[in-house]
């Protein structure tokens, strides 16, 4: 599976992402900080179909002045009024050194995957389907011994921002989840 993602350009607070397919299809938009959602614009990512018909969202943890700072940061996708997904985001720096690139460990039906990968001229995050016991405990994840990449995320110098290659097959949701992990991913690039 192929994916390009665009960033649109922002709202004032709000950020905006189009998926499109190989074939250049709007398939997903992305849409955070609109009036959508009146009394907590930036609690949820809104995920919808190109007519406007929501699919899903990405559930933001609030960001409390004077909370203590954790090890990780989770976020839920919700779809079909569930959990399809869990996203934990480690690694951050917690002073917030833009070029601190973290790393993300997904629970995707039933599966754990990791995303991760250095910060460079091209942005790449590899995808690996097979994580090794206890990779939290670790500072980066090259600490671990990973197997070979079986998907990427990249910067794009084309008409997208993003190019994302999966498996075919990987997640029935696939394009979800590859936006809502740019729309992560994108706070450390731009």
């Known amino acids: 599976m ?3 993602i665009k960033r649109l350009p922002a709202t004032g607070n709000g950020r905006r992402y189009h998926l499109y397919d190989k074939e250049e299809q ?3 938009v992305a849409d955070h900080g609109s009036p959508w959602l009146p009394k907590d614009p930036c609690k949820h990512v809104r995920f919808a179909k190109p007519d406007g018909q929501p699919v899903a969202s990405l559930d933001l943890p609030w960001q409390e002045n004077g909370r203590k700072k954790h090890k990780h940061t989770s976020y839920a996708i919700i779809y079909d009024f569930a959990v399809y997904a869990i996203i934990n985001e480690y690694g ?4 917030g050194d833009p070029l601190s690139l973290p790393y993300y460990l997904m629970e995707v039906e039933g599966v754990r ?3 991760c990968g250095g910060c ?3 942005l790449f995050l590899g995808f690996y389907d097979d994580v090794p016991d206890g990779l939290a405990v670790f ?3 090259q600490d671990a011994t990973l197997p070979e990449p079986i ?3 990249q910067s794009a110098q084309t008409v997208h921002d993003f190019q994302i ?3 075919v097959d990987s997640f029935s949701q696939a394009s979800l989840l590859s936006l809502a992990l740019i729309f992560l991913v994108d706070r450390y690039t731009c």
Request: glycine share 8%.
């Open 2 to 4: 192929n994916f390009g």
């Open 92 to 95: 951050r720096s917690l002073d």
């Open 139 to 141: 500072t980066e994840p």
């Open 120 to 122: 460079e001229q091209d």
């Open 26 to 28: 709007l398939l997903l």
């Open 151 to 153: 998907g990427r995320v």
């Open 165 to 167: 290659k999966l498996p």
């Open 113 to 115: 995957w990791l995303v």
